[in-house]
């Protein structure tokens, strides 16, 4: 009998039963042609195995070439390779200082370096250039109110004495880590707002900037997780202190969730407030913190932190952590105690992202210098520049599923040439030598023709390689030059990869850099890049079915983002009601029908 096999691949010994109707013979012959065989087997496998050598060394060689000739063929159109690294030469100067006259980002631009008043002299120029250079590219079409300049300069100061390392923070952080509970009569200028950073970079800006404006209506310190990149994308805000919180921050922002028994939610449903448990106001004593459950799967007792009593108790508590993933502006505009301070602040209503977010957020130099070489080597000499904002919203399982979907291409067309924002495409015979001529004569130097320079971002290229062709195959039909291009196409989001999150930034901002957007709904990217740009865009509404809206697109009634999860809980009758209904600047969005924003009735 043959015995079972040890081997695990081709080369070993394999299980041999003897051969019927042969003799068996003597045993010193038998050994002779068992060595024989054995022999015989190894040449088998030493040739076996250099076949497989000489197999995978093929592979080696072909298979680069083949993916080589695949990216070529997948990039043939006009692509940009972000490059996150200034040369070091440019240290003395900005990318636009050798500019010439054509080049310059906007020549009818009034420069205002400090945003209207947003920002203040004294921060290190070559430390972060974006921060005095971003309003060369876009014109905001709003001015901040004289209140709210004062308000940050307040906030500012405010930062300055409580934020890290002073002395304040210290005795702070030293109660926060004892866990002891505060006497509710305790008075301190210091109280602060923790914000646990999770989400993608669109949530992140939009997150950020909601949880600015409660730390300013309700004067406290804002500080946010060190270890989520923000110092990667982002200069710092604030002049002379951080908005980090230090490496030694006695809390894990890892354990906080919606079961967290620290969440106001929970606090509230278990009645730790007067219900005798350890939370409770016994003695007339606070803890030391409450988490703030603001996500997208908040529940009723988490969305109470929007009405009036219970912003009266949380002002008391020294220190809030909060975690959201959303635009919540809109629903503290509801809140009564709000409604007068907002006002001041934001007399033109729909103007709160945009003026927070030009005052929070500077690109870190990488990034800048990054949007600047693509501005400057594909949008700068273009007549017009169109935004073109892609987000796809299809999955297959757990996959997402970025096309090709032809459907959505139709849409963005139609949108672009419904609305004027793109020439339509003539179909006479002829249009596309017309366009080559065209073409040679531009590289000849005579051609007078305008062009409209095309930005799309999107996480597949295959969009605006069809936009392209259509304008290459067939000519606009006043003899406009169109040009399409796109900085990126990483196929899937991911949103914990520094070198994702600094391209979808530097793309937020060129966005902000155009003249005109169309967004997808739904999309907090979008949201970003239009509030940073001060502009309404046409937005492409989700399609159902695989078929294309009608209409393709809508005008967005103000440049604000939509409040994705707004409640809908009257915190006074105590009863759900419609609260896109209660006052006329807080509507329901266009692309997300539950939803909230601020709107400006007076730009309606």
């Given at each position: 009998m043959g015995r079972p096999s040890n081997s695990h691949g081709g080369g070993g010994d394999e299980e041999r039963l003897p051969l019927r109707g042969v003799l068996e013979t003597s045993p010193s012959h038998h050994a002779a042609v068992q060595a024989k065989d054995k022999e015989a087997r190894r040449g088998g496998s030493r040739l076996w195995r250099?076949?497989?050598?000489?197999?995978?060394?093929?592979?080696?060689?072909?298979?680069?070439?083949?993916?080589?000739?695949?990216?070529?063929?997948?990039?043939?159109?006009?692509?940009?390779?972000?490059?996150?690294?200034?040369?070091?030469?440019?240290?003395?100067?900005?990318?636009?200082?050798?500019?010439?006259?054509?080049?310059?980002?906007?020549?009818?631009?009034?420069?205002?370096?400090?945003?209207?008043?947003?920002?203040?002299?004294?921060?290190?120029?070559?430390?972060c250039r974006s921060r005095y250079r971003f309003a060369r590219y876009h014109s905001s079409p709003s001015i901040p109110s004289p209140y709210l300049i004062e308000r940050l300069r307040k906030q500012e100061a405010l930062q300055k004495k409580c934020g890290p390392g002073t002395r304040a923070y210290r005795e702070a952080s030293k109660q926060l880590k004892s866990?002891?509970?505060?006497?509710?009569?305790?008075t301190d200028d210091c109280n602060y707002l923790f914000l646990i950073i999770h989400a993608g970079l669109g949530n992140r800006m939009l997150e950020i900037t909601s949880a600015f404006l409660y730390a300013l209506l309700t004067n406290r310190i804002l500080l946010l997780d060190r270890y989520k990149e923000?110092?990667?994308?982002?200069?710092?805000?604030?002049?002379?202190?951080?908005?980090?919180?230090?490496?030694?921050?006695?809390?894990?922002?890892?354990?906080?969730?919606?079961?967290?028994?620290?969440?106001?939610?929970?606090?509230l449903q278990n009645k730790a407030f007067g219900g005798g448990t350890d939370r409770s106001l016994v003695g007339n004593r606070l803890p030391p913190y409450v988490y703030l459950h603001l996500d997208g799967n908040y529940g009723f007792h988490d969305k109470l932190f929007f009405c009036e009593d219970d912003q009266q108790f949380l002002r008391g508590v020294p220190w809030l952590v909060m975690r959201t993933d959303m635009y919540f502006v809109p629903s503290l505009f509801l809140v009564p105690a709000f409604q007068d301070e907002l006002g001041r602040l934001f007399p033109e209503k729909d103007t709160v992202f945009h003026h927070l977010a030009r005052y929070l957020f500077h690109p870190t130099n990488g990034v800048w210098y990054s949007v600047t070489r693509c501005f400057r080597s594909y949008l700068a000499k273009a007549e017009k520049r169109v935004g073109i904002q892609i987000r796809i919203y299809e999955t297959k399982g757990i996959l997402q599923r970025n096309g090709p979907f032809p459907h959505i291409l139709n849409q963005i067309l139609s949108c672009a040439q419904n609305e004027k924002l793109l020439p339509e495409i003539s179909m006479a015979e002829g249009a596309a030598d017309g366009t080559r001529n065209n073409r040679t004569a531009a590289g000849s130097g005579t051609r007078n023709n305008r062009t409209i320079a095309v930005l799309t971002t999107s996480l597949s290229a295959w969009y605006s390689e069809q936009i392209q062709e259509k304008y290459d195959e067939q000519s606009a039909v006043d003899g406009v030059s169109v040009r399409v291009f796109q900085p990126s196409h990483e196929e899937y989001q991911r949103s914990r990869n520094k070198g994702h999150n600094m391209k979808a930034l530097a793309e937020i901002y060129l966005l902000s850099m155009t003249d005109v957007l169309i967004t997808s709904g739904f999309s907090t990217f979008g949201y970003a890049a239009q509030g940073l740009a001060g502009l309404k865009p046409w937005i492409m509404l989700k399609s159902e079915n695989h078929v294309t809206p009608d209409p393709p697109c809508v005008r967005a009634m103000s440049i604000e983002p939509c409040f994705h999860q707004a409640p809908f809980y009257d915190c006074k009758a105590r009863k759900d009601t419609d609260l896109g209904k209660v006052v006329p600047y807080v509507r329901h969005c266009e692309d997300v029908s539950w939803g909230l924003k601020i709107v400006d009735q007076t730009h309606l």
């Open positions: 250099a076949s497989v050598r000489a197999g995978l060394l093929l592979c080696l060689l072909t298979v680069p070439a083949v993916l080589l000739l695949l990216w070529w063929q997948a990039d043939s159109s006009p692509q940009w390779v972000f490059d996150f690294e200034p040369p070091e030469e440019d240290d003395d100067q900005d990318i636009q200082d050798d500019m010439s006259d054509d080049l310059s980002p906007s020549p009818q631009i009034e420069y205002d370096r400090l945003l209207g008043g947003l920002l203040v002299e004294g921060f290190d120029d070559k430390s866990g002891q509970s505060m006497s509710i009569n305790a923000i110092a990667d994308l982002f200069c710092e805000p604030f002049p002379g202190t951080s908005w980090l919180v230090p490496s030694d921050f006695p809390l894990n922002d890892d354990e906080f969730g919606q079961s967290s028994a620290e969440s106001y939610g929970n606090m």
